[in-house]
Every structure is written in C-alpha cells, then in structure tokens.
C-alpha cells in the first residue's frame, strides 16, 4: 500500500483567544514557515480552519495546535490526498469563526450550551426513530450536492440565514432535533440557537459529514459532500451511495459540482462532464461570452481573484440571476 504524501485536515475549536488579530498575523507565518496551504478564520471565539501540506507538516501543525493550552481539545478530520487542496495559505481575523447572521451574537455561546453531541454511530441509530426529525444547517448548494436520506433542508444561500428560518422549524418542536453540517461547526451555533429558541430535545452530529463517513461508513448520505476547498466535492457513503444531484445546465444526474469560469459569477453549482466542455465550464452562454472568463481545464476550480466593484451598484446575488438561464 502507497503511503499519502499529502493530508487534508479539517478543524475548529472554541475558546478564548486574547488579542485574535495578532494571534491570526503570528498563526499565518508559522503557517507559511511549515509549508501549509489552507484557509484560517480566527476571532476571539476560536479557530475554524481547512488546511492541507506535506504528512509531516501536518503532523507538526496538529501537534503544535493541541501543545496550546487554548487547542487542546481540537480534533482533527485528516484525509489523504494526492496533492495539496489549496493554492495559497490564508489565516484571518473576523468577528466570528462561523458566521452567525446574529445582530447579537453573544447571546449564544457555543462554549456554555449546544446541543447534546452524538457520535457518528450514536446518529445513525437514531436519525430513523418516529421521534426525531434530522435538520440540516448548511446552505442550498451543499445539501443539493448531498444529504441524509429524509432530512429537512432549508433554502438559506449562506449559514447567516439559518436565524431567519427557526420560525420554519417551530413545528417540530415536539420532536428531537438532530442537526448536521460538513464538520461540526455551524451545529454548535445552529444548536445553541434552537435551545435558546426554546426547543428542547436538540442533538448535533459530533465531527459533522466527514466524521459520519470515517467512523459509520456514510449510512444513508446521500450524493456527496461539498468541502471548502479546490476537490469541491468528497465521497462519504461507502455502504448504500446514490448519486442525488443533477447537472445545472442538461439535468442528468452528476456529482461533479465546480465554480463557474466567469469569476463575476463563480457561482457553485453541478455540471456533467459533456455539458463542462461544452460550456467551457460556464453556467450559462453568457457566462460564456464574458471577456474575463478563465481557461476551463475540466476540473472547474480557480484560485480566487478580485472581483471588479458592482457595476451599476448591484450586488452579487443579483448579477449571479441576470447570468443564470431564464428557466434556471
């Protein structure tokens, strides 16, 4: 067996970080002096991080975060890759690791109360019970990608909008609330805020997805998994998978999800392979057209780059529809 030269790892950690700005400025250069590669959010509230390099700087990364105090309960999510799964190394100060869509974000603390966390097994025997009612926090393309089987999805295009739709939730209140996300993160806001809400029986898949696939072998996740990172996309289900998702532009069933070339749109969504070269990795003809688009090479992943300011003062969300094919 063929030893990984490269891991991928998946984390975050709630605590106390006191002076977080510097503490995200000295955590990018050690970083950097490691070799890694990822994405970092710190605020005073913790770390929430995808990073990815050599086995050995991971290795030394993992031992270096857990050596602090502050880190020590930390764990890990760590898959083998064939290469690094991002570009650049970027580690930010933000308000929040997750965020919360809170006016008031203080009044939930992942620190003092979430919901009760289950183990992957533990989720698995229960996720089917008359009882229970599965809810999952993440936002429209990843629960279109895949899902568990029968969960309850929400139309929020971001975690920011999870607040706004409790009301939605209410009439499950009876029931227990299982809650899952990609790797556990948004649940420990999504939880704390249904408790406070007033809900009662209120449970979250401990280690999220990615756990779920490592420990209970994927069990009724269906389709695949959206990751925050250049592979977009990971296989979970290793016991019943079913592909879920359906090609934006034809509508055959596909699981490959990628950014549209247009880096004014870059829109997520899911594409076949005939409809990718055909479209030279766009969402629609005039994404096509666009005289910024990027060189399509199959996989439909790019290195970030700035967008120009909003002509005409429109907002994202609003240019991504002018794009998008009128039967969308």
């Not at 990018?28 to 005073?44: M, P, Q, T, Y």
Request: charged share 25%; aromatic share 10%; proline share 3%.
């Amino acid at each position: 067996m063929i030893m990984a030269k490269y891991q991928t790892l998946l984390y975050y950690c709630y605590t106390t970080i006191a002076d977080a700005e510097q503490f995200a400025a000295d955590h990018l250069n050690f970083c950097k002096s490691i070799g890694l590669v990822g994405r970092i959010i710190v605020a005073n509230e913790g770390l929430n991080g995808t990073v990815s390099g050599t086995v050995e700087a991971c290795e030394a990364y993992m031992n270096a975060v857990h050596a602090d105090e502050r880190f020590a309960s930390a764990e890990f999510k760590i898959d083998d890759v064939t290469e690094p799964s991002f570009i650049k190394m970027h580690c930010r100060y933000k308000a929040e690791i997750v965020h919360s869509g809170l006016r008031d974000p203080g009044i939930i603390d992942p620190k003092k109360q979430t919901g009760i966390h289950l183990e992957p097994k533990e989720f698995m025997e229960m996720k089917d019970r008359e009882d229970v009612v599965v809810v999952d926090v993440r936002s429209n393309y990843e629960h279109s990608l895949g899902k568990f089987k029968n969960a309850v999805t929400l139309n929020i295009d971001n975690f920011r909008d999870f607040p706004s739709m409790i009301n939605e939730l209410a009439r499950y209140k009876d029931k227990k609330i299982l809650t899952y996300c990609t790797g556990g993160i948004k649940c420990e806001k999504a939880s704390a805020l249904l408790l406070h809400e007033g809900f009662k029986d209120v449970y979250q898949l401990h280690g999220g997805i990615i756990k779920y696939g490592k420990e209970a072998g994927g069990k009724d996740f269906e389709g695949k998994c959206y990751v925050f990172d250049n592979r977009l996309a990971v296989d979970v289900n290793t016991v019943n998978p079913v592909v879920i998702s359906k090609c934006y532009n034809c509508g055959k069933a596909t699981a490959k999800m990628i950014n549209c070339a247009n880096p004014e749109c870059n829109e997520h969504f899911t594409q076949c392979d005939e409809c990718g070269w055909e479209m030279d990795g766009c969402c629609s003809n005039v994404c096509k057209e666009h005289p910024r688009k990027r060189p399509y090479d199959g996989t439909g992943y790019y290195v970030k780059v700035p967008q120009q300011l909003n002509l005409n003062k429109k907002g994202r969300q609003e240019l991504i529809n002018e794009l998008r094919p009128v039967n969308a």
